[in-house]
């Protein structure tokens, strides 16, 4: 071995290495975000649904009473109430927070799932079977 080589070290292979790992990282990162587009998982991140605990029972007639329990407060304008078969009520629901109650005609008859679904994310926030006259 030479005298001069001793401190003479070769890091030439070092600039190479770390580009190898950058183009690896860039791909992987741009492969989760082409995936989760494709695949239309950032379709749903804008609208959510609220979440509370809602009670619907059966009153006077096509009337239910809907009793808000717990959780997030529900817009009256962001939700539609509906029956089994997908039929929608005449009649709107009232704003609602925790403790509140609030009664409608809803024009359905007979034993049926009254269902309470929240527009911007089209999901069931509340479902109960009543027997309306």
């Known amino acids: 071995m030479k005298p001069n080589n001793l401190f003479n070290s070769d890091d030439r292979a070092v600039s190479p290495v770390i ?4 183009m690896v990282a860039i791909t992987v990162i741009l492969a989760a975000v082409i995936g989760t587009f494709v695949l239309g998982l950032g379709d749903s991140l804008g609208s959510s ?16 009473t809907v009793t808000h329990r717990g959780g997030d407060p529900i817009q009256g304008d962001e939700v539609r109430v509906v029956d089994g078969s997908g039929t929608e009520s005449n009649n709107a629901l009232g704003d609602l927070s925790v403790g509140n109650s609030t009664t409608i005609e809803t024009g359905f008859s007979g034993e049926t799932t009254v269902r309470i ?3 911007p994310s089209d999901a069931i926030i509340a479902e109960q079977t009543v027997t309306l006259a």
Not at 49 to 64: C, F, K, M, V, Y
């Open 19 to 22: 580009g190898v790992i950058l």
């Open 49 to 64: 649904q609220p979440t509370a605990q809602l009670n619907i029972e059966a009153d006077t007639g096509s009337n239910i």
């Open 117 to 119: 679904i929240h527009t």
